[in-house]
């Protein structure tokens, strides 16, 4: 049996979708965000679609994407989990002639802060308690040029037992139309992965394997101290 209902959160440039699905003792919570921004005012709200070339070369599909990461219980096993979402991810893009997208520092520091902070605040939203959108935080990571188009987008997800799978995730992700979008959007091309130990409810603290799930997507133009 399956149950939906919206999710609360909003930005001043895109409006969020979100959907909550229960399946028995196996819980998932999704969420997702595109949002397009200029950067020649990095103080402003992003209002405006910023040019964007498509995608290089596609890349060859993943044969492999590894161990799912056990129960997080050590970094090692969180930096499995991270590598799986990103080889998933560019095996579902890879499909569709998509090239890859790769890792950027600056976008990871902002999907594991915010990842952790979702579970230690208790919340679930692209826009954390003190009003800072995923635009906003990317910025402040240093991501986004001063005086250059930039484009960001965010999904993010919790999930118990089964649906704190990285292949689970992944798989609801593409098969809810906003959160695939961020994934195959052939603008993309670089991403941050954060995964945090515990989700951002209670009640789920007898099931070992609970992890809530922050993926920051991001392509800008000129350079900065983040690549």
């Not at 990095?42 to 060859?60: E, I, L, Q, S, Y």
């Not at 976008?107 to 902070?117: E, F, G, M, N, T």
Request: glycine share 10%.
């Amino acid at each position: 049996m399956t149950a939906s209902q919206p999710l609360p959160g909003t930005t001043s440039s895109s409006p969020v979708r979100s959907v909550a699905r229960s399946l028995a003792a196996v819980l998932l919570a999704l969420a997702c965000l595109s949002a397009v921004a200029p950067a020649v005012d990095a103080a402003g709200p992003g209002a405006r679609a910023a040019r964007a070339r498509d995608a290089g070369p596609h890349a060859h599909a993943a044969r492999g994407c590894g161990p799912a990461g056990g129960l997080l219980r050590t970094r090692g096993s969180v930096l499995r989990a991270q590598r799986r979402v990103l080889c998933l991810m560019n095996r579902a893009r890879a499909r569709y002639g998509l090239a890859p997208l790769r890792t950027n520092r600056c976008l990871h520091r902002v999907a594991s802060r915010h990842a952790h902070d979702m579970v230690n605040r208790h919340y679930f939203a692209h826009i954390t308690p003190n009003g800072w959108d995923p635009g906003r935080r990317a910025r402040a990571s240093g991501y986004v040029p001063r005086a250059a188009a930039w484009l960001v987008g965010e999904n993010i997800a919790w999930g118990v037992a089964g649906a704190a799978r990285p292949a689970w995730v992944v798989r609801a992700w593409m098969h809810s139309p906003p959160h695939r979008h961020n994934i195959l959007n052939p603008h993309f091309r670089d991403v941050g992965i954060g995964i945090a130990r515990g989700v951002p409810v209670g009640g789920f603290r007898r099931v070992p394997l609970r992890a809530t799930f922050s993926v920051e997507f991001g392509k800008h133009h000129g350079r900065t101290r983040c690549g």
